[in-house]
């Protein structure tokens, strides 16, 4: 059985954890003068980076997007222009997607789903082989984990309080695609 072509984004205006289909993992840092420049220029760049990602592939068969947290304090919504942004990209580019609640990707990774970054990062170093230091990294390995799980090849066994996680996830529409006529 061939491995899926699954990417995981941990979208971030300051360091956007990739856990790439070839599973390598980056957390990308934008370019974009001033550490305080939350703008377009910056939401664009990191478009462009994924964009340029997604063209390399030959076909991705499902992107996991760790969702906006509801008690987020974003006082411009500058991280949530940047998710919908990536939707519309992934949208455009026919690549089905998956957005997955903070908590239900921390039930997953740990087992349980208030779990900090850092037991999120020990858990991706215990089970997956991670041995960073970016918790933008481990959420994207994650995401790309429950990706790969989805589609019927986990990466990894993992025990029956972290598979909690997915009956939800099951339930939702797994693929997004755009309807053609």
């Known amino acids: 059985m061939s491995h899926p072509i699954v990417l995981g984004l ?5 360091s ?3 856990a790439h289909p070839d599973g390598t993992v980056e957390a990308y840092k934008p370019i974009t003068a001033g550490s305080i420049n939350y703008g377009l220029g910056r ?9 340029a990602i997604i063209l390399a592939q030959r076909h991705i068969e499902l992107a996991v997007v760790e969702s906006l947290a509801f008690d987020a304090h974003d006082k411009d919504r500058m991280q949530a222009q940047l998710a ?11 690549v089905p997607f ?7 990707l921390k039930l997953y990774a740990t087992g349980n789903g208030h779990a900090d970054k850092y037991t999120v990062m ?6 997956l082989g991670y041995e960073g230091s970016s918790s933008d990294e481990a959420d994207a390995l ?9 589609l019927g090849v986990p990466i990894v066994e993992m025990p029956a309080t972290h598979m909690k996680a997915l009956r939800a996830l099951r339930d ?10």
């Not at 998956?98 to 239900?104: C, G, R």
């Not at 020990?122 to 089970?127: E, L, P």
């Not at 939702?172 to 006529?181: E, G």
């Open 98 to 104: 998956l957005l997955v609640a903070p908590n239900t």
């Open 142 to 150: 994650w995401l790309r984990a429950i990706g790969w799980d989805l």
């Open 16 to 18: 956007t954890g990739i």
């Open 172 to 181: 939702q529409s797994p693929l997004i695609k755009r309807n053609r006529p």
């Open 122 to 127: 020990r858990h991706a170093d215990k089970r």
């Open 10 to 14: 941990d979208l971030s205006l300051t």
């Open 84 to 94: 919908g942004l990536i939707r519309a990209l992934l949208f455009d580019l026919e």
């Open 43 to 51: 939401i664009c760049e990191i478009r462009d980076y994924i964009r």
